[in-house]
């Protein structure tokens, strides 16, 4: 068998492959809502009924989900999202994408006919952390949920924020399982804040339950902003989220995973992750060495890859 062929069989294999995973997780997420899920529904509408339309840190939140070229797949996302009384509005943040794919992502939306979710045009390509400080931007409340375009959010992440007694505009709210993948219940129901983070670095922790890489979360919106904007020049790759998290804990923040909380999250071959993995490995690898030094982020670090050690 020619190497030619060989490789042709084995593209269309991991093709389907991929095919396959990614049906398996939306039927997980349609099944696990609508059978596995019957007590969470019945304490949030016992919840509702004794504290009222809403109880929770004095809002309702936003939701923001920044795409690219990803229109046509979005319903993944809004999936849970669209009913839940937590939430307030819905922010479509498209990173410029190709004039077919947004127009087919207009369609979709209209056809939903839904005053609470709008959409968000870059004027240009803005790429990772520059779209989610844009997108965050946009959005009238003053805590807000991102989201990825190829995840999907579970009631019991949506009912936990729902039933927060109150918020601390320091603390980002993490689900603790991004499911299958990312298990984070180990650290769950803990304030984690630098030095934290610094001995979970030191011990190896931080390599094997990848917490740090998490951006499907609540934040405030105020002070997510500043810190979005003290990051002068964000990385391009793919770890976005771990460069975001380090300079929010550096500037005094904490990171809190809620007990019995999920979300499914997608690796699409297509995905930043997939497409530029050397260089978001390196990145990881690099801001995880300064953080087992203690080194903090400030405008002096040396973002091109290699040099800020």
């Given at each position: 068998?020619?190497?030619?062929?060989?490789?042709?069989?084995?593209?269309?294999?991991?093709?389907?492959?991929?095919?396959?995973?990614?049906?398996?997780?939306?039927?997980?997420?349609?099944?696990?809502d609508r059978f596995?899920?019957?007590?969470?529904?019945?304490?949030?509408?016992?919840?509702?009924?004794?504290?009222?339309?809403?109880?929770?840190?004095?809002?309702?939140?936003?939701?923001?989900?920044?795409?690219?070229?990803?229109?046509?797949?979005?319903?993944?996302?809004?999936?849970?999202?669209?009913?839940?009384?937590?939430?307030?509005?819905?922010?479509?943040?498209?990173?410029?994408?190709?004039?077919?794919?947004?127009?087919?992502?207009?369609?979709?939306?209209?056809?939903?006919?839904?005053?609470?979710?709008?959409?968000?045009?870059?004027?240009?390509?803005?790429?990772?952390?520059?779209?989610?400080?844009?997108?965050?931007?946009?959005?009238?409340?003053?805590?807000?949920?991102?989201?990825?375009?190829?995840?999907?959010?579970?009631?019991?992440?949506?009912?936990?924020?729902?039933?927060?007694?109150?918020?601390?505009?320091?603390?980002?709210?993490?689900?603790?399982?991004?499911?299958?993948?990312?298990?984070?219940?180990?650290?769950?129901?803990?304030?984690?804040?630098?030095?934290?983070?610094?001995?979970?670095?030191?011990?190896?922790?931080?390599?094997?339950?990848?917490?740090?890489?998490?951006?499907?979360?609540?934040?405030?919106?105020?002070?997510?902003?500043?810190?979005?904007?003290?990051?002068?020049?964000?990385?391009?790759?793919?770890?976005?989220?771990m460069l975001f998290?380090?300079?929010?804990?550096?500037?005094?923040g904490k990171m809190?995973?809620?007990?019995?909380?999920?979300?499914?999250?997608?690796?699409?071959?297509?995905?930043?992750?997939?497409?530029?993995?050397?260089?978001?490995?390196?990145?990881?690898?690099?801001?995880?060495?300064?953080?087992?030094?203690?080194?903090?982020?400030?405008?002096?670090?040396?973002?091109?890859?290699?040099?800020?050690?």
């Amino acid at each position: 068998m020619s190497v030619v062929l060989r490789t042709r069989i084995k593209n269309v294999c991991v093709g389907a492959w991929r095919r396959i995973a990614r049906f398996a997780g939306d039927l997980f997420v349609v099944g696990y809502d609508r059978f596995f899920a019957s007590r969470e529904r019945t304490r949030r509408e016992a919840f509702r009924t004794k504290c009222g339309p809403f109880a929770g840190g004095g809002s309702r939140i936003s939701v923001v989900i920044t795409h690219f070229n990803r229109g046509e797949s979005l319903h993944r996302s809004l999936h849970n999202i669209l009913s839940h009384p937590v939430i307030s509005e819905i922010v479509i943040f498209d990173d410029f994408s190709d004039d077919s794919n947004y127009a087919k992502l207009v369609s979709f939306l209209s056809s939903l006919k839904r005053s609470d979710i709008r959409i968000v045009k870059a004027k240009s390509n803005l790429k990772a952390l520059r779209a989610k400080r844009a997108a965050v931007e946009a959005c009238s409340s003053p805590w807000v949920l991102l989201l990825d375009s190829d995840n999907t959010v579970f009631r019991n992440f949506l009912d936990a924020i729902f039933q927060m007694p109150s918020r601390d505009d320091s603390t980002i709210y993490c689900a603790a399982f991004a499911f299958p993948y990312f298990d984070f219940r180990t650290v769950a129901g803990r304030d984690i804040d630098f030095d934290g983070i610094r001995k979970y670095a030191a011990a190896g922790t931080l390599n094997r339950v990848y917490f740090f890489n998490d951006g499907n979360y609540l934040v405030p919106k105020s002070r997510y902003l500043e810190v979005s904007h003290s990051v002068g020049h964000p990385c391009d790759d793919a770890a976005d989220t771990m460069l975001f998290n380090y300079f929010w804990v550096s500037r005094g923040g904490k990171m809190k995973f809620l007990p019995g909380t999920s979300y499914l999250h997608r690796i699409e071959a297509t995905g930043r992750w997939m497409t530029n993995s050397i260089c978001s490995k390196m990145r990881v690898t690099e801001i995880v060495g300064r953080l087992k030094k203690g080194k903090r982020a400030d405008p002096e670090y040396a973002w091109a890859l290699g040099s800020g050690k």
